[in-house]
């Protein structure tokens, strides 16, 4: 099973930027869509932002203009640049497969406040 390591959380004001990385334990190649996830507390886990292997992106609404999602198969690595921070942003972040989960990461804590 591949598992799953972020990192690159911290505590930001609002306004500033982030840049997530998630490795993985094994090949990304045959997953065809990653994800990246948060979750705030009391709240479910949503996905923020997801791409293909061949590169197609799709965002949730509550980052679209501020987030970029991209991988790397060869480093097995998946990147959430994350700019023009909210404190509603303020979450633990995940990576993970879109159409089919595997075990989930730690996750990396994002605190977005002044």
């Known amino acids: 099973q591949v598992q799953f390591v972020e990192s690159g959380g911290g505590l930001v004001q609002p306004g500033g930027s982030l840049r997530l990385s998630c490795v993985a334990s094994?090949?990304?190649?045959?997953?065809?869509?990653m994800g990246w996830y948060r979750q705030a507390p009391g709240n479910q886990r949503e996905l923020v932002a997801s791409i293909t292997n061949g590169g197609s992106t799709n965002y949730a609404d509550s980052g679209k203009g501020r987030f970029t999602i991209s991988r790397d198969n060869a480093k097995n690595t998946v990147y959430l640049q994350m700019n023009n921070l909210k404190p509603e942003d303020t979450a633990v972040y995940y990576c993970?497969?879109?159409?089919?989960?595997?075990?989930w990461g730690q996750g990396t804590l994002v605190t977005v406040s002044s």
């Open positions: 993970n497969g879109v159409a089919r989960t595997r075990p």
């Open positions: 094994g090949s990304i190649f045959g997953i065809y869509a």
